[in-house]
């Protein structure tokens, strides 16, 4: 496998590991320009990306790399411009070969519009619509046709890789073709936020407001990265009231509700909440059939009803998990000129589809409710009796009862030798609010997902 090849089955795999907004932002104008003795340098746009990848994203990298060719050791990041650009004017990367378009090379991950920041792949066309996210769905649509009348702010939440970059998209492409005067632009909240800071350095802060000024349609991806960064708050904040004031379009999207977005100024919450609040969730069986099926259809590519079957058995949680497991049958089919049958599919699928319950521990638990609420270990085992951690803490103690079946004695020795009857108390409290607090129900099914796709 040459240098190309390899760093283009790197990215096949990468991108349904991590948000495609991050993989839209992070990877783009990247390649491999070194692979010699277990070493592999990987050359980046600029040194913003550099620092993100080998911070963020290098265990994963040096992860996929070594699984593909054992021989690598070492992996190194450098800033390349010239190299990069004659690489990529004579050619668009690549995430997989379709049959039915004579074996051209496709990465349409890459190919976004430049004045709106969209990638056209997204649509309303290709976007699957079940009983998990037909609100989200009817909202977008009704914003397409009639942007900054209803619906204004937009705020869709739901889990990873659940469909939401694709339905906030699919707004933009949709007000494109039927406004083409109206000025959109999408962000993922990490470019909105790198451009904030590289703005400050700069001093060039009153350049980067100006983008924002006549933009009608403003669409902000995973906006919950904005918690604790107080500047990038306020500079969203006057950005978002400018807009609002001349009636311009805002969405947004979030991994969680936004009450439960931790360290963000309480204005910023009330004006996520002062529009339309909906949710994408988890789809049932049957529409991960249907998912499938489409997206087989996309790639040319035929499996068989138990292969398709057992795919969406196994991965529930995660839409993009499911692509993710096509993608790597579609390989096997490519290399040996037929599809893989059933015994075939386990095995090239075991490292994707685990057990749940061999997987989820009382320490995993912790770690996912303490970074939803943005909380340290050693605050929720603290005696302390505030608020925003009493509460997270019965959040855990009511997940290590429900998903391990732990006994309480157990659960109140974990928890710093609590009594059992703390342990009994936090569950049946939890259990209640859930019952009657149908958007605190939501936000423990958010926890539950992060718990079981990561």
């Not at 991590?18 to 070194?34: G, L, N, Q, R, Y």
């Not at 699984?67 to 004017?89: G, P």
């Not at 249907?290 to 529930?316: C, H, P, R, W």
């Not at 607090?437 to 718990?451: C, Q, R, V």
Request: aromatic share 10%; charged share 30%; proline share 4%.
């Amino acid at each position: 496998m040459n240098k190309e090849e390899l760093w283009q089955a790197v990215l096949a795999q990468a991108q349904f590991q991590i948000s495609p907004a991050s993989f839209a932002t992070w990877f783009k104008d990247t390649d491999i320009v070194f692979k010699k003795n277990g070493e592999v340098i990987i050359s980046t746009p600029n040194n913003f990306s550099k620092e993100w990848l080998e911070n963020k994203y290098d265990k994963l990298i040096f992860k996929i790399l070594h699984s593909l060719d054992k021989e690598i050791k070492c992996v190194e990041y450098r800033v390349s411009h010239s190299e990069l650009k004659a690489k990529t004017s004579k050619k668009e990367k690549v995430l997989y070969k379709n049959p039915n378009k004579d074996n051209q090379l496709d990465f349409q991950e890459l190919k976004i519009n430049k004045d709106t920041n969209l990638n056209p792949r997204y649509q309303f066309e290709n976007f699957i619509v079940g009983s998990f996210n037909e609100l989200a769905h009817a909202a977008s649509c009704a914003i397409s046709k009639k942007p900054g009348l209803v619906y204004n702010p937009l705020f869709i939440y739901g889990g990873v890789g659940l469909g939401k970059t694709h339905l906030i998209q699919s707004i933009g492409n949709e007000i494109t073709k039927h406004f083409p005067k109206k000025k959109i632009k999408y962000f993922p909240s990490e470019k909105f936020i790198s451009g904030i800071v590289n703005s400050i350095r700069n001093h060039t802060i009153e350049e980067f407001k100006a983008i924002f000024k006549n933009i009608d349609v403003l669409i902000v991806d995973d906006i919950q990265f904005l918690a604790g960064k107080e500047k990038s708050q306020e500079e969203f904040f006057h950005i978002f009231n400018n807009l609002y004031e001349k009636n311009k379009q805002i969405i947004l999207s979030s991994d969680r509700i936004p009450k439960s977005i931790p360290s963000i100024e309480e204005r910023l919450r009330s004006r996520f909440e002062g529009g339309m609040i909906a949710d994408v969730g988890t789809p049932d069986f049957e529409t991960r059939i249907v998912i499938l099926k489409m997206k087989t259809q996309e790639k040319g590519i035929e499996f068989s009803k138990d292969v398709l079957e057992y795919i969406a058995s196994n991965i529930q949680t995660n839409i993009r998990e499911l692509e993710g497991a096509l993608n790597r049958l579609a390989a096997y089919q490519n290399l040996n000129n037929q599809p893989p049958d059933i015994k075939t599919t386990q095995i090239l699928l075991k490292n994707i589809i685990l057990n749940p319950m061999k997987i989820i521990t009382f320490k995993k638990i912790v770690q996912k409710v303490t970074q939803f609420y943005d909380l340290s270990e050693k605050e929720i085992f603290s005696i302390s009796r505030k608020k925003e951690i009493v509460k997270p803490r019965q959040i855990a103690m009511y997940l290590s009862r429900e998903e391990l079946k732990n006994s309480f004695p157990s659960i109140g020795r974990k928890f710093k030798n609590k009594d059992h009857t703390t342990a009994i108390y936090a569950y049946n409290r939890i259990s209640k609010e859930i019952e009657f607090d149908k958007m605190f129900s939501e936000e423990i099914n958010l926890i539950k997902e992060k718990i079981y796709s990561e």
